[in-house]
């Protein structure tokens, strides 16, 4: 595009009245070019394929969009001395490391994203960490809460209740709500967030008092759990913890109740509520979770009433992380003054207290904010809550 320096360098001259009128339309096409937004470019990384794009992949792309929707609709976002607007950058992937790993990668060299919201899976998201910190963009995971993910990283955060967290949470509920005595654990040995989160559980519960009766591992092929369950539930546990995902538990909880049992279950974050096959065996297992759309805070009602309105169901754990993640973000850009990686991902640690639709957060100079979760149980048509629980 020329302007009117161009015109006068080039040497080239043109009848007054033309020249006044080419002028006049060059200015009118700069002054439009130089008033139009600039581009905060946010991705989203999210699993695809049938057991994660109804609870994780799908939610995770209508938290953003409704996020976005609402900075750009406000105005965008005022970095520095010119305002943004948000261009929302969708990626899918297979669900395995490598997937997520070569969408990451397309996302930093060929969409030239500023910062990466995803992916919500501490497996996916420990593999994507390394590619992003060398890259030096930001990444900020809603829901991933292995705490291995931001270790020795500057440019990697999360919003999520870390699984050790969880793991204290349950156990300080199964020996001072449910006043139990004995627990037994069977987890994924491949997922190594079920193990930490089992770790804690088991830790907290002896130093309360509690007595462990079994530890046990699966592979995450195996859906007939009879003969390790006959051998832990021979020990008599009153609650049984299984920090898996929805498919396998469910099939866990029809088993130990076929075989018997009649104590607690409790399960982490990795549980679908949506999803749970509400039989008679899975009624009344105890979840500790990220939040819940039945959650009393004022900030969430809110949330769950917009999303209701704009998408027409109920939102998923998944949406409401990755709606706050895009907002922190953004405030987070609006502090820096900048979208340079560095300074935007030291700007995310450092943020004010944020109140969320999901959780309240407090940065503390990390990529592990200071929050709270919610314990959830499972009703035969509707979920309760029966606390919502601070962590410090």
Not at 27 to 41: G, H, T, Y
Not at 108 to 115: K, L, N, S
Not at 176 to 201: C, H, N, Q
């Amino acid at each position: 595009m020329f302007c009117t320096s161009d015109l006068r360098s080039s040497g080239v001259t043109f009848p007054s009245p033309f020249r006044r009128g080419l002028v006049l339309a060059m200015l009118a096409v700069s002054a439009c070019a130089r008033s139009d937004p600039r581009e905060f470019r946010i991705a989203v990384l999210a699993a695809k394929g049938a057991e994660f794009r109804q609870a994780s992949g799908g939610p995770s792309m209508e938290g953003a969009e409704m996020a976005v929707a609402e900075i750009n609709n406000a105005g965008g976002v005022r970095i520095g001395r010119h305002v943004y607007r948000i261009n929302l950058v969708e990626r899918s992937y297979e669900p395995d490391p490598a997937g997520a790993i070569a969408e990451a990668k397309r996302l930093i060299t060929v969409d030239r994203v500023h910062a990466i919201v995803g992916p919500q899976l501490s497996e996916h998201a420990l593999a994507v960490a390394p590619v992003a910190e060398q890259a030096g963009i930001p990444m900020l995971s809603p829901m991933a809460s292995n705490v291995l993910l931001t270790a020795h990283r500057r440019y990697i955060s999360r919003l999520a209740l870390l699984d050790e967290a969880q793991g204290t949470v349950l156990a300080h509920f199964a020996r001072r709500d449910l006043k139990v005595e004995r627990a037994a654990v069977l987890y994924d040995a491949t997922r190594s967030s079920a193990k930490l989160l089992s770790d804690l559980f088991l830790r907290t519960f002896v130093s309360l008092g509690g007595e462990v009766t079994d530890i046990e591992d699966f592979q995450p092929e195996e859906r007939d759990f009879r003969s390790t369950l006959q051998r832990m539930l021979a020990k008599h546990p009153e609650v049984l913890l299984l920090p898996n995902y929805t498919v396998v538990d469910t099939v866990q909880i029809r088993q130990a109740r076929a075989l018997g049992f009649r104590g607690q279950f409790l399960g982490g974050d990795t549980w679908d509520l949506q999803a749970m096959d509400r039989t008679p065996a899975v009624v009344g297992a105890v979840i500790v979770h990220q939040w819940n759309s039945g959650s009393p805070d004022s900030a969430s009602v809110a949330f769950v009433r917009r999303f209701r309105q704009r998408v027409g169901h109920e939102p998923r754990v998944t949406a409401a992380a990755t709606y706050d993640a895009v907002h922190v973000l953004a405030k987070a850009a609006v502090r820096a003054g900048t979208l340079r990686g560095d300074l935007l991902s030291d700007s995310l640690r450092t943020l004010p207290r944020y109140v969320g639709a999901a959780a309240t957060y407090h940065f503390v100079g990390t990529g592990d904010p200071r929050r709270g979760g919610v314990l959830v149980r499972i009703g035969a048509e509707r979920d309760s809550v029966v606390a919502v629980v601070d962590v410090p």
